[in-house]
């Protein structure tokens, strides 16, 4: 068969056909997206506050065992530093789960502006103590009748501190949760003044 030659213009428009074919499918990319040059594609660059914790967070991971007990002995030696130092100073921040919170902290400064009869139960007992063991009759006595009569005392004034605390904090705290905090109360009264943890931070005759 007779072979025609071809129009130029036919040729020539074939290939301008095949050469924008692949250019037409070629995904579209978005050239305001920045992208860090590690990451795969399609990853956005994280923020320098994530990339930031995340170097840390690699840092302070312990690398052996021996490391980590190390570190976790070191952490507890230094919240037990900071505990102390707030039972000293009643910083509210690193105080034991009990002593915290408002109703506590009140409950503290109620026993320490007053003078409890239960506060001298440790010096009186030991006086009763060494009275009672001399071998004198009428001295047995008295450290008999004197006990009777300081546990009488103490009893009357741990019922008189409990119903003034409950009224305070009724009337203080009404919506706060004041379970346990005159049992608290109570037994900080038969704690020596100096002797007392978180220390008192008011003076005797003042209103807490």
Not at 28 to 40: I, L, M
Not at 160 to 182: C, H, M, Y
């Amino acid at each position: 068969m007779p072979r025609y030659p071809l129009p130029l213009g036919f040729v020539f428009r074939s290939r301008a056909k095949e050469e924008k074919a692949p250019a037409d499918k070629a995904p579209v990319t978005d050239s305001k997206q920045t992208r860090d040059p590690q990451a795969p594609k399609g990853r956005p660059t994280p923020k320098r506050s994530e990339a930031q914790s995340q170097r840390r967070s690699v840092a302070s991971t312990p690398t052996t065992r021996k490391e980590g007990a190390k570190r976790q002995r070191d952490e507890r030696r230094a919240a037990m530093e900071r505990q102390r130092q707030a039972l000293a100073s009643g910083d509210e921040r690193y105080l034991p789960a009990r002593d915290k919170g408002p109703v506590r902290r009140f409950a503290r400064d109620f026993v320490d502006s007053r003078l409890c009869v239960a506060e001298f139960f440790l010096p009186m007992a030991v006086i009763i103590l060494v009275l009672s063991m001399v071998r004198v009759g009428a001295l047995q006595s008295i450290a008999l009748l004197l006990w009777l009569f300081v546990i009488v005392l103490i009893i009357v004034d741990s019922i008189s501190i409990a119903i003034r605390l409950r009224k305070q904090l009724a009337t203080r705290f009404p919506n706060e949760r004041t379970k346990g905090a005159v049992a608290y109360a109570l037994m900080r009264s038969l704690q020596m003044r100096r002797l007392r943890l978180p220390k008192p931070q008011v003076k005797r005759g003042e209103r807490p």
